[in-house]
């Protein structure tokens, strides 16, 4: 990893809000979950301060969709020791959930190692395998996207999209071009709305000022395509941002859409279960 002084000013952006708790939250760093001849991946995971005792806490995955290799080459790190995503799990673990953010060599593949390693070792983690959402953002969205669409029988409860690139269709190759340009894993580039679950909870954010080539056109037909097919997704339409509106537009609009985040989360993977 690049020292503190060579990374990219990215890399130590955190989440332009706070809450109390973030400063208690239990953290176990780099827990392996595979170890195979490609390499070592660890994961970090974060728990609630005022977890119940003998309770499982419901988990959050930060997906990603870069490899270890293309962020350090970027920002100078790790995915998950970027401070976006040590911020995120801290305020998701502050709200009463886990988080974990992992490393990744083979972004599909090592995705599927982290959800079959998190349920079999749920007990011992503290989680409870049967209420597990996912977040992700940008370029790690299409990953996030083909397990939701794939994988079925992990049974992911909801799910986070913030200011990503979704699906390409209707002859659009707007996903994969900004694949092609920025290195992400686009595993869904067969996949279409229809492919997802009839009633699997989206909560889509869409920056309005967004500077991604074409990534507000994806999303906007993601949207025109979801309602259509009648699935459960909420927007929330921040006019006024810009791209990583989290890390980057340090208003109180942005702070409440954080707020609405988690309590998202929270809603879908505590209160629902129940219901």
Not at 19 to 31: A, F, I, L, S
Request: contains cysteine.
């Amino acid at each position: 990893m690049s020292s503190n002084e060579e990374r990219n000013d990215i890399s130590r952006r955190t989440v332009v809000y706070n809450m109390p708790g973030t400063k208690t939250v239990g953290v176990r760093r780099d827990v392996v979950f595979c170890d195979r001849d490609a390499g070592i991946r660890t994961f970090d995971l974060y728990s609630s301060p005022v977890s119940e005792t003998g309770r499982r806490s419901p988990v959050v995955v930060f997906v990603s969709g870069y490899s270890d290799r293309g962020m350090e080459k970027i920002v100078g790190c790790k995915l998950k020791d970027m401070g976006a995503y040590t911020s995120w799990g801290r305020l998701v673990a502050a709200s009463g959930l886990a988080a974990v953010t992992y490393s990744a060599q083979e972004p599909a593949e090592d995705l599927g190692r982290l959800l079959n390693y998190l349920r079999h070792n749920a007990a011992d983690l503290g989680i409870d395998e049967r209420q597990i959402g996912v977040w992700a953002c940008s370029g790690n969205v299409p990953m996030a996207l083909s397990v939701l669409i794939q994988k079925p029988s992990e049974k992911i409860r909801c799910a986070v999209l913030c200011y990503g690139y979704m699906l390409d269709s209707e002859g659009s190759t707007d996903v994969a071009n900004a694949a092609a340009q920025f290195g992400f894993a686009n595993p869904v580039d067969r996949w279409i709305v229809h492919d997802l679950p009839q009633d699997l909870p989206l909560f889509v954010v869409r920056s309005g000022l967004d500077e991604m080539p074409n990534l507000n056109k994806s999303i906007d037909r993601f949207l025109a395509q979801a309602l259509a097919a009648n699935l459960p997704v909420t927007l929330i339409n921040h006019a006024s941002a810009p791209h990583a509106f989290d890390l980057f537009d340090d208003t109180e609009v942005s702070r409440e859409i954080i707020r609405r985040i988690l309590a998202y989360l929270k809603f879908h993977l505590v209160v629902e279960s129940r219901m």
